[in-house]
Every structure is written in structure tokens, then in C-alpha cells.
Nanobody, 127 residues
């Protein structure tokens, strides 16, 4: 089982940027498609973005397309999420998750399709 630890969250004004990181340990993430999810208060956890094992294929929720960029550095066993042009509706706890080799192929977006999760990092966007 891989252990995932997110960092980089914080308070930012609308229009600003943040870069989230997800450091993995216990197992290499190079064998898994990886993803970011978020959960706002009172709402269900929702898919944000996913990236294939070698980073050549990405998938984004419509709400973040064009503003967020997912990337990974397998040599550092780390996943990233660059968030630009942040809006108040982006406020949430952001989680990274490890999928499998089928995640991008079948565009799996349900939290139930992901086996390992981090503890989350809070992102608050003030308007």
C-alpha cells in the first residue's frame, strides 16, 4: 500500500495560484495512474484531474479545464497540481489518490475506483 501526503494548500485570493504536491512512500507510483479529488463542506468528493503512469495522458473535470495542470515526477515519486485563476468555488480539501493501470483508459472518476488516499490539504480562495 502506498502512503500519500499532500501539501501546498493555503489561503489565496481569487485569481491567484497555488501548487499542490503529493509525496508518495512505501511503493513507487510509476505503476499507477494518479488523480486529484476535492471535497467542499457539505458536498461529495469530486474528481478534479488524473494523469497516466508516464504522464502522457491527462483528464480534467470541466470546472477546472484550462486553469489546472496535473503533472508527475516519477523519479521523485511525487504528483503535482498547478492551480491558476483560482475561484471561490475551488475552495475545498484536495486529496491525491492512486488508481491503477485502467484509470485513464476507462476515464474512471469515482472515488471508489481509487485505493489509496492522502489526508488532504485545505485550499481556501477568498473573493
Amino acid at each position: 500500500q502506498v502512503q500519500l501526503v499532500e501539501s501546498g494548500g493555503g489561503l489565496v485570493q481569487a485569481g491567484g495560484s497555488l501548487r499542490l504536491s503529493c509525496a508518495a512512500s512505501g511503493r513507487t507510483i510509476s505503476s499507477a495512474d494518479m488523480a486529484w479529488f476535492r471535497q467542499a463542506p457539505g458536498k461529495e468528493r469530486e474528481f478534479v484531474s488524473a494523469i497516466s503512469r508516464v504522464g502522457t495522458i491527462t483528464d480534467y473535470a470541466d470546472s477546472v479545464k484550462g486553469r489546472f495542470t496535473i503533472s508527475r515526477d516519477n523519479a521523485k515519486n511525487t504528483l503535482y497540481l498547478q492551480m491558476n485563476s483560482l475561484k471561490s468555488e475551488d475552495t475545498a480539501v484536495y486529496y491525491c489518490a492512486a488508481g491503477n493501470t485502467l484509470t485513464l483508459r476507462f476515464k474512471l472518476r469515482s472515488p471508489a475506483d481509487f485505493g489509496s488516499w492522502g489526508q488532504g490539504t485545505q485550499v481556501t480562495v477568498s473573493s
